[in-house]
């Protein structure tokens, strides 16, 4: 998903903890996640970059109970893996869910017309936008009004709003980068983007929400990315069996209530 190389480049700056630096750094130890009895480590995204042996061993051997991977970029690309991915993922009894990373050379409505094509979400199909900054083109990085433009198109065609995959630091306004970008006031409560649900990205031992979704909170916590099978980050508790290289998710809640999320969030009249 992220971009990793700069994956938090605007929380590092400003927030240079030992866990955000460990997460940047293939060759440092970074710390697992907090275990919190609310708190469902299940939830893994990935992407045609991600080498996938098994969807079958992940599940029965590392608990992964859903995934959720790349569709679309911008409004000309769509992963070519998608499509088999998801007929081996639900084969294997997973959930799936689909995203897009937004960028700036697309309408956000374009944007949401290839990725509703390419997702084909079904009523248990999770959608997400990647909302963040572009680190490997920053001209290229999507803008608050073509996300929430995106945000409408998805509502209108499915009745759910999509969550929304971003960083505290980006959501906010605050300069991250280089050279620094930001979205000028950031994502307000008045923003269509703040009735999504939010799968927050923040590598420290406790995330920081962003203003916008304070009075809801987070349901995803990305904690920890790019993990390696068998590398110097491949710590049990992050590794995935049968998955190379995945990002892990904290969901909040437990297995019951994420069955039921994913099934249900967040249609627009609940």
Request: glycine share 8%; charged share 25%; with cysteine.
């Amino acid at each position: 998903m992220l971009t990793r190389r700069l994956v938090l480049a605007g929380l590092l700056s400003l927030f240079a903890t030992p866990m955000a630096v460990a997460a940047t750094r293939p060759h440092v130890k970074a710390k697992a996640a907090p275990k919190v009895h609310d708190r469902l480590d299940a939830v893994i995204d990935i992407s045609h970059n991600t080498t996938v042996n098994d969807f079958a061993l992940a599940r029965k051997r590392s608990n992964i109970l859903g995934v959720i991977h790349k569709a679309s970029e911008g409004g000309d690309w769509r992963d070519p893996l998608y499509a088999r991915r998801r007929a081996e993922a639900e084969a294997a009894g997973l959930l799936w869910g689909a995203y897009h990373f937004g960028t700036h050379q697309y309408s956000g409505a374009d944007q949401a017309k290839l990725f509703l094509a390419t997702a084909r979400p079904g009523p248990t199909t999770l959608m997400a936008l990647d909302f963040e900054y572009n680190d490997e083109n920053p001209a290229n990085t999507m803008r608050l009004r073509q996300a929430e433009d995106f945000v409408h198109v998805v509502v209108a065609a499915t009745g759910r709003y999509p969550l929304i995959y971003t960083t505290a630091a980006w959501a906010d306004g605050k300069p991250v980068g280089n050279p620094r970008h930001s979205l000028g006031d950031g994502v307000t409560d008045r923003s269509i983007l703040a009735r999504c649900p939010l799968w927050l990205a923040d590598y420290r031992m406790e995330p920081q929400l962003p203003r916008a979704w304070r009075g809801n909170g987070w349901h995803f916590w990305q904690y920890a990315g790019d993990t390696e099978d068998c590398g110097p980050r491949g710590k049990k508790v992050r590794s995935v069996s049968g998955i190379v290289r995945c990002d892990r998710n904290l969901f909040r809640g437990d297995a019951v209530a994420l069955g039921r999320f994913w099934k249900e969030a967040r249609q627009v009249n609940s």
